[in-house]
C-alpha cells in the first residue's frame, strides 16, 4: 500500500477521473438497452428519450477522459520508444487478448468470434473497440513525442483550435446532407458513399482536409496542453469556465439526440428503426463531436482542482484506479447480468413498478452495482502475485 507520501508523487487528480470515467462508462453501458432493443433502435415511451438523452450525454466524455490522462502522464516520453512498447504490452496488449478470447467463449458462436478477430474486434463483446483505438494513439506518440516537447504555447493552442473545429464535421455533414438520416462516423471514419463528403473528400478519396488532425489525437493534444501550460486557477475561475463549458456541451449533445429521435420517428412512440437509426440517433455523443470535447475540457479543469489522498484514497480509491483498466475489459460480463435482472424483476417503461421512474432506477442501479462488483473482482486479480498485471493490466 502505497503510503500518503508516496502519493506527492503521483497526480492524484488523475486517479479520481479514471475512477469517475470509469464509472461513466457503466452509466453509457447501463443506459443503452432504453434505446437500443429488439433489431435495432428502439425507445418505449417519450418519458425513456427524456432518461436516455440525460443520463447518456452526462457522460459521454468519459472515453475522452481515459485518453487525456494518459497524454498526460505519459506524453511525451520520457523513455525510449522500446521501453514505452513494452511497458504498453505488459499492461495493455496482454490483458486485452486475455479478455477477448474471455468474450470469445463468452458470448456468441465461438467460432465465428473467432474469425471475426482477424480482421476487428469480436462484435459480441463491442467495447473493446476502445483497445484498438487506444493503441493507435499510443503509435502515434513516439512519433509526436519530439515536437511536444518543443512546442510552444501558442503553436499547440492553434492545433487544439483546428482540432475543435473538426469536431464540428459530424454535425456539419448531418446538416447539409438531403435526407433524413445521415449516417456518420465522424472524420476519422471511412465516409459512406451516402455522407455528404466535404472539404476534399470524395467517393475516391476519403482524406480530406481535417482527417489527419481529427479523432481522438485532438484529446492526446489536451492532455499535453494541461501538463504544460495550464497553471493552477482558482476555484472561482475554474467554475466560471467549466460550467458554462459543460452546459454549453450537455445542451449539444442532449438536444441532438431527442431532436432525431423525434424526427426518426415523428413524436410518436414507441420509437424504433434499424440498428443504422440508433447510429444516427447517437450522432451527437461522437466522442469526436464539439458536446462531448466541451464537457471533456470541462471535466478535466474540475478534476485537477482535487488533491485529497487520504485514507480514502489510499485504500479505496487508488487500488481501483490502478485496476480501472481491467475494469474496462470486464465489466460488461458483470452488467449485461445486472441490467437484465433489474429489467426482469422492475419491468420496463411507464409499466415498471415505479413508472417513469423505472428506467432511472434501472439505470444507475446497473450502473453502481456493476461498477461496485467490478472493482472488488478487478482489485482483487489484480494483486495476484506474478500473475494479476496480466489479467487487469
Not at 509526436?144 to 487544439?160: F, I, M, N, P, T
Not at 414507441?270 to 447517437?282: I, K, Q
Not at 489522498?309 to 474496462?328: D, E, H, I, K, W
Amino acid at each position: 500500500m502505497e503510503t500518503i507520501q508516496d502519493n506527492k508523487q503521483r497526480e492524484v487528480w488523475v486517479d479520481w477521473m479514471r475512477v469517475l470515467a470509469c464509472f461513466m462508462v457503466m452509466v453509457v453501458h447501463s443506459t443503452e438497452p432504453f434505446y437500443i432493443g429488439g433489431d435495432g433502435a428502439q425507445i418505449l415511451t417519450r418519458a425513456d428519450m427524456f432518461w436516455c438523452a440525460l443520463f447518456d450525454s452526462m457522460v459521454r466524455m468519459c472515453v475522452p477522459l481515459f485518453i487525456i490522462a494518459s497524454s498526460y502522464l505519459q506524453f511525451p516520453l520520457r523513455y525510449s520508444t522500446g521501453e514505452f512498447f513494452k511497458r504498453r504490452a505488459v499492461r495493455v496488449l496482454v490483458p486485452f487478448v486475455i479478455w477477448t478470447l474471455v468474450y470469445v467463449f463468452y458470448w456468441g458462436e465461438p467460432v465465428d468470434n473467432l474469425k471475426s478477430l482477424l480482421l476487428n474486434f469480436n462484435y459480441s463483446a463491442g467495447h473493446l473497440w476502445f483497445v484498438y483505438m487506444l493503441l493507435g494513439v499510443y503509435l502515434l506518440m513516439p512519433l509526436l513525442s519530439s515536437w511536444a516537447r518543443e512546442v510552444g504555447k501558442r503553436e499547440l493552442q492553434v492545433y487544439l483550435a483546428i482540432w475543435l473545429l473538426s469536431t464540428l464535421l459530424p454535425l456539419v455533414r448531418d446538416w447539409v446532407d438531403a435526407s433524413t438520416m445521415a449516417i456518420t462516423y465522424g472524420p476519422t471514419g471511412i465516409p459512406r458513399q451516402a455522407l455528404f463528403p466535404l472539404w476534399g473528400e470524395a467517393s475516391w478519396n476519403t482524406y480530406g482536409t481535417f482527417y489527419y488532425i481529427s479523432g481522438f489525437i485532438g484529446y492526446m493534444l489536451l492532455g499535453l496542453y494541461f501538463r504544460r501550460f495550464v497553471g493552477s486557477l482558482s476555484w472561482g475561475k475554474t467554475l466560471a469556465t467549466a460550467i458554462p463549458m459543460y452546459a454549453a456541451g450537455f445542451a449539444i449533445t442532449a438536444g441532438g439526440f431527442v431532436r432525431r429521435v423525434l424526427m426518426s420517428g415523428g413524436g410518436n412512440f414507441p420509437s424504433t428503426g434499424a440498428l443504422d437509426t440508433t447510429v444516427w440517433w447517437e450522432t451527437t455523443w461522437g466522442y469526436d463531436t464539439l458536446g462531448v470535447a466541451l464537457m471533456a475540457i470541462a471535466t478535466i479543469l474540475v478534476m485537477r482542482k482535487i488533491t485529497a489522498c487520504g485514507s480514502v484514497y489510499n485504500r479505496v480509491l487508488l487500488p481501483v484506479s490502478r485496476a480501472s483498466y481491467g475494469m474496462y475489459l470486464a465489466h460488461m460480463i458483470v452488467l449485461a447480468t445486472v441490467s437484465a435482472m433489474l429489467r426482469d424483476s422492475l419491468g420496463t417503461g411507464e409499466a415498471g413498478v415505479l413508472g417513469i421512474w423505472t428506467t432511472p432506477l434501472q439505470i444507475l442501479g446497473t450502473a453502481f452495482l456493476s461498477f461496485a462488483t467490478v472493482a472488488v473482482i478487478a482489485v482483487i486479480i489484480q494483486r495476484i502475485p506474478r500473475i494479476g498485471k496480466y489479467i487487469m493490466g
